[in-house]
């Protein structure tokens, strides 16, 4: 099942474009609006449990323009 041990996560933000891959078998592309202007920050949360990060990365996007 997919839903369970270590889920390995990649997600990508670029402006309000949104994707997640999950263990190299699901994705999800949606478009994000913040309801504020300084809303530029990112929360994890586990629904029914704790949640444990292994190890981040984050790499900025370079501008295409």
Known sequence: ???TGP???RL???G???ELIAND???LSARVYPPHADCDGMRL????G???VRSLQV????SIW
């Open 7 to 9: 889920l390995r996560i």
């Open 59 to 62: 790499y900025p996007l370079a």
């Open 16 to 18: 309000s474009t949104f």
């Open 25 to 27: 078998r699901i994705s």
């Open 50 to 52: 704790d949640l444990h």
């Open 45 to 48: 949360d586990g629904q029914g």
């Open 12 to 14: 990508f933000l670029d």
């Open 1 to 3: 099942n997919s839903l």
